[in-house]
């Protein structure tokens, strides 16, 4: 999950991390220690917590249900997000506040949707059909032939991970995964439009509490007091610290420093660390089929990528050579 800046001016509003250019940095953005890792080692650091964080949610759920495990996790990460960047609420146009409503819709409905996916089926398998949204919005945006074959190899890889009709995986979670996929592609467009909205990580803080408000009626509903278990909510905050402020943080300060699509090939490495992550704490093992399915989705989404990549330096490659043409 990501928070990309797009370039402002480019064509299509922010459309997928291939097709957004270098993330901006504004004055006075948050550095601190954690810059001094590297935007590499801060985006590899992030998908690390968020997918641990993920494998911890779900052995939280036996004891707070789906509902409330998201509920937990974007309520307690909002009251941290709004303490640390205290946002300032004036001077903000109705067009900023209706942006960042979008947002927090998209990650709540991201998340929630996420939730319900891993409650059903293995993590490493949920992360690998939840990245076809973004995936699928970046193939879509380039409109290059190439990039068939790059979708191609992602169904490929679908198809795998079904075992030819997804008899090995509840059809239930399944489509959860694939329509958080859809809402985390509607999270990187509004993140992008947030983030030229609102400066540093103001906008984030605001979503992050939109979410948790139209989330904790559900999580109320479904979990009811248990929400307010001492060990449960300790558990909660530890997602909440791990899946969003610490990840969200560090994607937003790497991105500052980090081309978009370089940002993009390094998240495609997620369904590989969820596999890992459910290996080693939920003991989920994976078989040789769901493993080659992975590694299909994960070689199309670096493909994707990288032909984005390609095709940006080629253009720029084109302008700077009819630019020296032109010199008399």
């Known amino acids: 999950m990501s928070t990309p800046n797009a370039t402002p001016g480019t064509s299509s509003p922010a459309a997928a991390p291939a097709a957004v250019g270098h993330a901006s940095v504004p004055e006075g953005a948050p550095g601190g220690r954690f810059g001094s890792l590297g935007p590499v080692g801060l985006v590899l650091a992030g998908g690390v917590s968020v997918q641990f964080g993920a494998a911890l949610a779900v052995s939280l759920m036996p004891r707070a249900g789906a509902l409330g495990v998201v509920t937990l996790r974007l309520a307690v990460a909002a009251v941290v997000m709004l303490l640390v960047c205290r946002p300032r609420l004036r001077g903000h146009s109705r067009a900023d506040w209706g942006t960042v409503v979008v947002f927090g819709i998209a990650m709540a409905g991201m998340n929630g949707l996420f939730y319900q996916a891993v409650d059903r089926i293995p993590l490493g398998p949920a992360v690998t059909l939840e990245v076809l949204g973004p995936l699928a919005l970046s193939v879509f945006a380039s409109r ?123 998240m495609s490495l997620e369904p590989a660390i969820a596999a890992a992550a459910g290996f080693l704490i939920l003991d989920q093992a994976l078989t040789a089929t769901q493993s080659a399915a992975i590694a299909l989705v994960i070689a199309a989404s670096m493909g994707a990528v990288r032909t984005q990549m390609g095709r940006r330096a080629g253009g720029r490659r084109g302008r700077r050579t009819k630019a020296l043409s032109d010199v008399p």
């Open 144 to 266: 290059r032939a190439v990039n068939l074959v790059w979708a191609g190899l992602a169904l490929a890889g679908v198809f795998l991970l079904g075992g030819g009709g997804f008899e090995d995986l509840d059809p239930a979670g399944a489509a959860f995964a694939l329509a958080a996929g859809a809402m985390w592609a509607a999270y990187i467009v509004f993140s992008a439009r947030t983030g030229r909205r609102f400066p540093q990580a103001d906008g984030l803080a605001l979503a992050m509490a939109v979410g948790a408000l139209l989330f904790l009626p559900l999580g109320v509903v479904e979990s009811g007091a248990k929400l307010i278990d001492p060990q449960t909510l300790a558990l909660g905050a530890g997602v909440a610290l791990l899946s969003s402020v610490l990840p969200y943080t560090l994607e937003l300060l790497a991105l500052r420093r980090l081309p978009a699509p370089t940002f993009a090939i390094l």
